[in-house]
């Protein structure tokens, strides 16, 4: 009895065994018949926002990281210095308007008497005077491009968020100097995120667009997320060859005994997020192409 005891046991410990192995193995298959790399990273469409003219900041609105809509103002430039010049291209098209109208007087003066006595002015005086009227109808022109730019820039102190999404790098204050088309906080658009997954060269040709893909952020180990191969990449920067001491080219050593593949990026779509993962610009993640069979 203590016999067949022992041998039920090891036969169960056995089947137990054989078991885990088998689903090891199940679970290493996968690795084994799909193109897989731990090296990857979740990206998305970062927008530097520029103020359009150069002034004081004098109102910002947001904190760092918060979430904004499309069409919050995120900061606001002192306006009054363009509120002057509004003013100042008024006055400007006013005395040009003026200027014009006594121009067509006096070109309508030497019309009438050239009308009446052809020998009392001369063509060329005419002309002159045509030319200075047509001169003032330009400067017309000119006077209400420059009011309608003066209040472009107006409307430019006022800095909106053109998508959706969180903001970034707000380290500016009340009383910085904001620089025409430079940067000065980030705009990460929340609904841009993919992933691209860095591949090994010898796995790229088993990879097609279009194919399922598995996606594992560190930051949830334990929520897989779906995905679709959208593209592959079709370039890297080369490692050597780059212009070095007197433009002559920089050539690294090769090991011959050491080869590394070279790394290609995949970009991945991801399908519809489960409930509680928020997708974060930088996140490390894992990636597996699913072979279609």
Do not use: C
């Not at 169960?12 to 018949?33: G, H, P, T």
């Not at 499309?70 to 002057?84: H, K, R, S, W, Y």
């Not at 594992?216 to 995905?227: C, F, I, N, S, V």
């Amino acid at each position: 009895m203590q016999k067949l005891k022992k041998l039920t046991l090891a036969i169960v410990n056995l089947a137990l065994i054989a078991l885990v192995a088998w689903f090891a193995w199940q679970a290493a298959s996968d690795y084994i018949d799909n193109p897989w790399t731990r090296d990857g990273q979740v990206r998305g469409n970062v927008i530097q926002v520029a103020p359009r003219v150069t002034g004081m900041v004098t109102s910002i609105p947001i904190i760092d990281n918060q979430f904004v809509h499309a069409g919050d103002l995120l900061f606001e430039i002192d306006p009054e210095p363009f509120e002057i010049a509004i003013a100042q291209a008024k006055a400007n098209l006013e005395r040009a308007k003026i200027s014009s109208r006594a121009a067509q007087i006096e070109f309508d003066r030497l019309k009438d008497i050239q009308a009446k006595d052809k020998g009392a002015v001369s063509q060329k005086d005419l002309n002159r005077r045509e030319a200075n009227y047509l001169q003032s109808l330009a400067e017309i022109d000119v006077a209400q491009e420059t009011l309608r730019g003066a209040r472009l820039n107006l409307g430019y102190t006022k800095v909106h968020a053109p998508v959706d999404g969180y903001v970034s790098n707000v380290d500016f204050q009340v009383g910085t100097q904001a620089v025409a088309y430079t940067p000065i906080v980030a705009l990460v658009e929340s609904d841009s995120f993919w992933v691209f997954g860095y591949f090994r060269e010898n796995q790229i040709g088993r990879v097609r667009i279009g194919d399922p893909a598995e996606v594992t952020l560190m930051a949830y180990p334990d929520q897989p997320l779906k995905g679709t191969v959208e593209s592959l990449g079709w370039g890297i920067a080369p490692s050597d060859g780059n212009t070095g001491v007197k433009l002559l080219p920089s050539i690294k050593p090769v090991f011959q005994w050491i080869r590394l593949a070279q790394r290609i990026p995949v970009r991945v779509r991801l399908d519809e997020l489960p409930a509680g993962v928020e997708l974060r610009f930088g996140l490390t993640a894992s990636v597996m192409v699913m072979q279609q069979q």
